[in-house]
C-alpha cells in the first residue's frame, strides 16, 4: 500500500511561482511512476508530468518550459515546481502513484496506470 499527501497548493498572482509537494508513505517499490496531474474547473482530469524509477521524466506539452518535476528519494518526495502561472492553471493539482517489483523493461511498461492518488491540493491563480 501507498499512501501520498500533496502540499503546497495556494493563491499566487498571475506570472508568480508554487513549488507543490507529495510526500509518499507505505512500502518501498523497486520500479515506479510518480506524476502529477491536475484538474481545472469543468475539465476532465489531465496530466502534467511523470517522473520514473529510472529517472525518464516527461511532460505534457503546456508543461514544458514553465514547470519541472524532481523527485528526492531520501525524502521520499516528489516536487512540482510550476513557473509563469496563469490564471488558465487554476485548479485542484493531484499527485498519483503507479508501483512494482518487476524492473522497467519488457514486463513492465511505466506511467501506463496509476492506482494510488493524493487528495488533491488547491491552486489558484489571480490576474
Known amino acids: 500500500q501507498v499512501h501520498l499527501a500533496e502540499s503546497g497548493g495556494d493563491s499566487v498572482q498571475s506570472g508568480g511561482s508554487l513549488r507543490l509537494s507529495c510526500a509518499v508513505f507505505?512500502?518501498?517499490?523497486?520500479?515506479?511512476?510518480m506524476a502529477w496531474f491536475r484538474q481545472l474547473p469543468g475539465k476532465e482530469r489531465e496530466r502534467v508530468a511523470t517522473?520514473?524509477?529510472?529517472?525518464?521524466?516527461i511532460y505534457t506539452e503546456f508543461a514544458k518550459g514553465r514547470f519541472t518535476i524532481s523527485q528526492d528519494n531520501a525524502k521520499r518526495t516528489v516536487d512540482l515546481q510550476m513557473g509563469s502561472l496563469q490564471s488558465e492553471d487554476t485548479g485542484m493539482y493531484y499527485c498519483?502513484?503507479?508501483?512494482?517489483?518487476?524492473?522497467?523493461?519488457?514486463?513492465?511498461?511505466?506511467?501506463?496506470?496509476?492506482?494510488?492518488w493524493g487528495q488533491g491540493t488547491q491552486v489558484t491563480v489571480s490576474s
Open positions: 498519483a502513484a503507479e508501483v512494482s517489483d518487476t524492473p522497467i523493461g519488457p514486463y513492465y511498461s511505466p506511467c501506463e496506470g496509476f492506482i494510488y
Open positions: 507505505g512500502y518501498t517499490y523497486s520500479s515506479y511512476c
Open positions: 517522473i520514473d524509477s529510472d529517472g525518464n521524466i
